[in-house]
């Protein structure tokens, strides 16, 4: 089993830049893969990003695409997410998760472990 934690979030102005961590422990070898989903207030959570540690494919939203950035460091076990040109509608409550790599990357029920979650909060 692996377990994950984010780190990273905070509040800033449309424009800006934010990094998140996702930091995994446990089964950390395998064929897993991060996962970076979000939900804002009255909202589903929505797929973001993903990564597969064998390869270190990346898959985005068509929302992100262009704007967020997704890195793996092997040697630290963590994930990153680099998010560039934020806007307002990137506010969200941001959650990393470790599951069995898999082509349904976007789908939140591929996915087993969840960090507590991170806000990101992007004033105009």
């Known amino acids: 089993q692996v377990q994950v934690i984010e780190s990273g979030g905070g509040s800033v102005q449309a424009g800006g830049s934010l990094r998140l961590s996702c930091a995994a422990s446990g089964r950390t070898r395998g064929s897993y893969m991060t996962g970076w989903f979000r939900q804002a207030p009255g909202k589903e959570r929505e797929f973001v990003s993903a990564?597969?540690?064998?390869?270190?494919?990346?898959f985005y939203a068509e929302s992100v695409k262009g704007r967020f950035t997704i890195s793996r460091d092997s040697a630290k076990n963590t994930v990153y997410l680099q998010l560039n040109s934020l806007v307002p509608e990137d506010t969200a409550v941001y959650y990393c998760?470790?599951?069995?790599?898999?082509?349904?990357?976007?789908?939140?029920?591929?996915?087993?472990?969840w960090g507590q979650g991170t806000q990101v909060t992007v004033s105009s």
């Open positions: 998760a470790a599951g069995v790599m898999g082509l349904r990357y976007n789908n939140a029920r591929m996915y087993d472990s």
């Open positions: 990564i597969f540690w064998r390869d270190d494919n990346k």
